[in-house]
C-alpha cells in the first residue's frame, strides 16, 4: 500500500515537537513549584536549612538509602512478572529486571515519570506479541503499588495525633472535595465506558485475574507493601543523613502521604510535587516545613543518583532500542 513518506515526516516531526513542548511544559511546572515554594516559606529559611542539612550531611546514612534501590528492583520485577504471568505472559526474571532498571532512569529523566513504564510494556508487548495485555499488566503492577502506598498513608494519618487532627479540623472541606473528585472520576468512567466498553471490559478481565482475586491480591499487597515500606525507609535514611533526628515515631506517618504525592504526572519524576506535599505534611505536623523541603530534596537526588545503571543500561542498549523504533515506523515508499 502507498503511502506518502512526507506526510509521515511531518506527522513525526509534529509528535516530535509535541513531546518537547510537554517535556519544557513539566520543566517550568517543577521550577515554577519549587520557586514559589522557597518564597512562600521564606528563602532566608529555606537557605539556613539546607545550609544545616549540607554541613550536617552523613555519606553513612546515603549509603544505605542507595544501596536499597536494588532489592527495590527486584521486588518490582518480581512483581511484573508475577503479574505477566497471571495474563498467560512469559517474563523472566533477569529481563524483568533489566527493563525495571532501564525505566527507573527514563522515569527519573522524562517529564511525567511514566515514560520509563510505556516503553517497557510496549517492548515486552513486541516481543510476546500480547497487545493490549502487556500494557494492562504493566497498569496493574502500578496499580497495585499504589493501593499499598494509600494504604500506608492512611495508616500513617491514623498514627500521627498532629495529622490526624489536622484532617479531623479540615474534615468538612475535605469531604466535600473528595465528593466533587469522586463525582468527577465517576463521571469520567461512564463516559469512558460508553466510548471505550469493550477495552475496558478487557482491562477488567485482566484487573480480576492479576488483582481482583484473594489468593493473587494477597501476594500483590505483600510485594507492594514491602516496596512502599522500603520506599519510606529510604525518606528516613535521607533524613538522618542531613540531621533529622526525631523519634521514628513521629517521622514515619509523615512520608507516605508525601510519596503518594509523587503519583501526580505533572512535573518531571516528581519534583516540585513532592516538596510541596512534604512542605505541606511538615507543616501540617506542626514542623519546620523547610525541614521537609530539604529531606525531600536529598531523596530526590538520592533516586536519582540510583538510577544511574538504569542509564548505563541504555547507552549499552541504545542500538537496539533505536533498531526496534525504527522497525516500528512504515517503509518508505
Not at 532489592?71 to 497471571?86: C, E, H, K
Not at 469520567?188 to 482475586?213: H, T
Not at 514515619?252 to 504526572?265: D, F, G, K, Q, Y
Amino acid at each position: 500500500m502507498w503511502m506518502c513518506w512526507p506526510c509521515l515526516q511531518r506527522a513525526a516531526m509534529t509528535d516530535r515537537l509535541r513531546l518537547r513542548l510537554r517535556a519544557s511544559l513539566r520543566l517550568l511546572i517543577s521550577a515554577a513549584l519549587l520557586l514559589g515554594l522557597v518564597w512562600l516559606l521564606d528563602p532566608l529559611e529555606v537557605w539556613a536549612s539546607w545550609q544545616a542539612a549540607r554541613i550536617a550531611l552523613d555519606p553513612w546514612w546515603l549509603a544505605p538509602a542507595l544501596l536499597m534501590v536494588l532489592p527495590q528492583l527486584v521486588l518490582s520485577a518480581w512483581r511484573w512478572r508475577f503479574t505477566a504471568g497471571r495474563l498467560g505472559m512469559a517474563l523472566p526474571m533477569r529481563r524483568a529486571l533489566g527493563e525495571y532498571y532501564l525505566a527507573s532512569f527514563i522515569n527519573q529523566v522524562l517529564p511525567g515519570g511514566v515514560a520509563g513504564d510505556l516503553g517497557r510494556a510496549w517492548r515486552h508487548a513486541r516481543w510476546q506479541q500480547a497487545g493490549a495485555a502487556a500494557w494492562h499488566a504493566v497498569l496493574i503492577e502500578r496499580l497495585s503499588g499504589q493501593l499499598a502506598m494509600i494504604l500506608l498513608a492512611v495508616l500513617g494519618v491514623a498514627a500521627s495525633p498532629a495529622l490526624r487532627a489536622a484532617v479531623i479540623e479540615h474534615g468538612v472541606t475535605t469531604s466535600a472535595g473528595s465528593a466533587l473528585l469522586l463525582l468527577v472520576l465517576l463521571g469520567g468512567a461512564v463516559w469512558g465506558w460508553a466510548r471505550m466498553g469493550s477495552r475496558l471490559r478487557a482491562f477488567g478481565r485482566d484487573l480480576k485475574l492479576a488483582l481482583i482475586q484473594p489468593d493473587v491480591l494477597a501476594v500483590q499487597l505483600v510485594l507492594s507493601l514491602l516496596l512502599a515500606a522500603s520506599y519510606v525507609l529510604v525518606f528516613v535514611c535521607c533524613a538522618r543523613a542531613i540531621g533529622v533526628a526525631r523519634p521514628l515515631a513521629e517521622l514515619l506517618p509523615l512520608l507516605p502521604p508525601v510519596l503518594l504525592a509523587m503519583a501526580l504526572p505533572l512535573t518531571m519524576a516528581g519534583w516540585g510535587v513532592r516538596e510541596g506535599a512534604a512542605a505541606g505534611v511538615w507543616l501540617l505536623a506542626g514542623l519546620p516545613p523547610a525541614e521537609g523541603l530539604a529531606v525531600s530534596l536529598v531523596y530526590g537526588v538520592v533516586v536519582l543518583l540510583s538510577s544511574v545503571p538504569g542509564g548505563l543500561l541504555l547507552l549499552r542498549r541504545g542500538g537496539v532500542l533505536a533498531a526496534q523504533a525504527g522497525e516500528a515506523l512504515p517503509p518508505r515508499r
